[in-house]
Nanobody, 125 residues
Framework: VQLQASGGGLVQAGGSLRLSCSVS????????MGWFRQAPGKEREFVAA????????YYADSVKGRFTIARDNAKNTGSLRMNSLKPEDTAVYYC???????????????????WGQGTQVTVSS
């Protein structure tokens, strides 16, 4: 299984970016997808997660109302739409996915089985 994150870049504060995550390989029974980020000198933190059915989605308080997570199960892709970006959103963003029954918590990185390589998002002030 491989996850490939893309879409990062440099944007001014207030701008928008859309990150994508493509999943290849054994996708049968793939369940939750999540996005995490890691800024320099900081620990990796939860950003957003979405269930396979798309009925449940969760966001970190810091991005709620600005970011939107989505997925297309037919195409085995996920996305993270980021609006009203702030300099504090600058980080490497990682997509991750879990297989099988998901006990959670959705915000715990260790609950996800596979990870993408990360894509850099830089927000200038």
């Amino acid at each position: 299984v491989q996850l490939q994150a893309s879409g990062g870049g440099l944007v001014q504060a207030g701008g928008s970016l859309r990150l994508s995550c493509s999943v290849s390989g054994r996708t049968f029974n793939m369940n939750y997808m999540g996005w995490f980020r890691q800024a320099p000198g900081k620990e990796r933190e939860f950003v957003a997660a979405i269930s396979w059915s798309r009925e449940s989605s969760y966001y970190a308080d810091s991005v709620k109302g600005r970011f939107t997570i989505a997925r297309d199960n037919a195409k085995n892709t996920g996305s993270l739409r980021m609006n009203s970006l702030k300099p504090e959103d600058t980080a490497v963003y990682y997509c991750a996915a879990h297989w099988g029954y998901f006990r959670g918590p959705y915000a715990s990185a260790k609950e996800y089985d596979y990870w993408g390589q990360g894509t850099q998002v830089t927000v200038s002030s």
